[in-house]
């Protein structure tokens, strides 16, 4: 949304500075500035899994390991958050386990649902290690989203 809006404000400026008689080149070099400033913005990206699914943790994760990589680690934060079917694949013997605790090394922070740990009578010694905690998965998706994280579900 916020590289929309810099695009929509990069085009505006462009079409101002050509009526009011500018070289196009100058708005040409604003347009430029703008496209730098999107890529100078800490960006916020929270990512939902509620599937059991490996392969879609699979893809989650390469998701998050992907963005830090074009955008570089400390220009962006990344979150994904667990619930329903999907926080099976935190638990301990979790098959992705080793995949989630080398994207929690890179700086992903990995959220666990409390009401589905509840729900599913799992308590945080079942769960792998250095996972965060929300009371509700839903509830923490709607707040990083009113803070401006992006979202996607793989």
Do not use: F
């Amino acid at each position: 949304m916020q590289i929309e809006k810099l695009l929509t404000y990069g085009l505006i400026a462009m079409t101002s500075l050509t009526l009011a008689g500018m070289p196009l080149s100058s708005s040409a070099a604003q347009t430029k500035k703008t496209a730098h400033a999107v890529k100078a913005a800490k960006q916020k990206l929270v990512i939902q899994v509620s599937d059991a699914d490996p392969k879609k943790w699979a893809l989650a994760l390469n998701n998050a390991a992907n963005v830090q990589e074009d955008l570089g680690k400390d220009n962006v934060v990344v979150e994904i958050v667990a619930y329903g079917p999907g926080l099976g694949m935190l638990k301990l013997e979790s098959e992705v386990g080793d995949r989630v605790k080398s994207a929690m090394d890179d700086g992903v922070k990995v959220v666990a649902c409390e009401n589905t740990m509840r729900k599913q009578k799992l308590s945080q010694s079942d769960m792998l290690p250095n996972l965060s905690y929300a009371k509700a998965g839903v509830v923490e998706i709607m707040a990083k989203q009113a803070e401006g994280y992006s979202y996607i579900r793989p």
